[in-house]
């Protein structure tokens, strides 16, 4: 019987992971975050997934536990060679979880911290990350558009 190569790109997984409010895309502050709907940029992560044969694990919590669970389930892919990476949209968690930066360091995900706006533009607040110093890249203010341009980045950290 043979043995499945689990490092072929068919057999990995991008999870896409979103944070508190981003459920409100499309109707919250649209001169921010434009119009396009959370499912609207499920399909255009679909899409980027599909273009490099991954499959795709979408999800959105307002809930802090629930984002460290599923990076813990990210970093269980990752140990058995069926991650293609992590994208996130922390949301305000990105500006106050040590939890969400303490389960990227312990599980050693490759990650991609994603901001729908410019947040370098916004209210200082915005500007420190507890996630930038575990993740590999940080992506803003490309609009929902950032999220397949971080997935196709991913294909950059395949070996």
Known sequence: MM????????????????????NLLGTREPAVYGSATLADV???????????G?????????????LVDAI?????LHAAGQLAGVVLNAGAYTHTSIALMDAIKGTGVP??????????AREAFRHHSYI???ARAVMCG???QGYALAI??????QY
């Open 132 to 134: 930038s110093p575990v």
């Open 54 to 66: 991954w499959a795709l694990d979408f999800r959105q919590s307002n809930h802090e536990g629930d």
């Open 42 to 52: 499920e399909q255009l992560c679909r899409t980027a997934c599909e273009r490099h």
């Open 142 to 144: 490309w609009g929902v």
């Open 3 to 22: 043995v499945p190569d689990m490092t072929s790109a068919a057999s990995r997984t991008v999870v896409v992971l979103n944070g508190p409010n981003l």
């Open 72 to 76: 813990h389930e990210a970093g269980r």
């Open 152 to 157: 196709d980045g991913l294909q950059h950290w």
């Open 111 to 120: 990650l991609v911290e994603l901001h729908i706006s410019n947040v370098f």
